[in-house]
């Protein structure tokens, strides 16, 4: 914890904050391990901690997927605005190289005409 709260390995943010709150509840569930120990005072307990443990690791591991569908989805929409976006230009600008092309070929077509019909 104190390595994660100190270096912040990775480089976005809500990397190093979901790394914090997996290794937080991982101590948790590990803390639940001492109940399943001869020291438990009842049987009835370690079964509760085992329940415990379990719905904590669901909880983390919902927690994960969920972040990382959020940002694989933001990802996602980012790189289709960036397509339509590419595309957009693409076209406008095939839209402004035929424009010129008309235009050129046309002036092109009126000095030939004047050329061939002086006067």
């Known amino acids: 914890m104190t390595y994660i ?11 190093n904050v979901l ?3 997996n290794e937080s509840l991982l101590i948790v569930v590990g803390y639940h391990l001492f109940l399943f120990t001869p020291f438990s005072p009842s049987n009835e307990i370690s ?3 085992g329940w415990s443990s379990l719905c904590l690791m ?6 994960n997927i969920y972040i990382m569908m959020k940002l694989g989805c933001a990802k996602l929409y980012r790189k289709f605005k960036m397509y339509k976006y590419k595309h957009a230009v693409k076209k406008a600008l095939k839209e402004k190289e035929a424009n010129m092309r008309a235009q050129f070929e046309l002036e092109e077509k009126e000095k030939r005409e ?3 019909n002086p006067g």
């Not at 709260?5 to 990397?15: A, D, L, Q, Y």
Request: net charge negative; no cysteine; proline share 4%.
């Open 19 to 21: 790394e914090a709150v």
């Open 58 to 63: 669901i909880i983390i591991t919902a927690l």
């Open 47 to 49: 079964i509760l901690s």
């Open 114 to 116: 004047g050329i061939a």
């Open 5 to 15: 709260g100190t270096t912040h390995p990775h480089t976005e943010r809500i990397f």
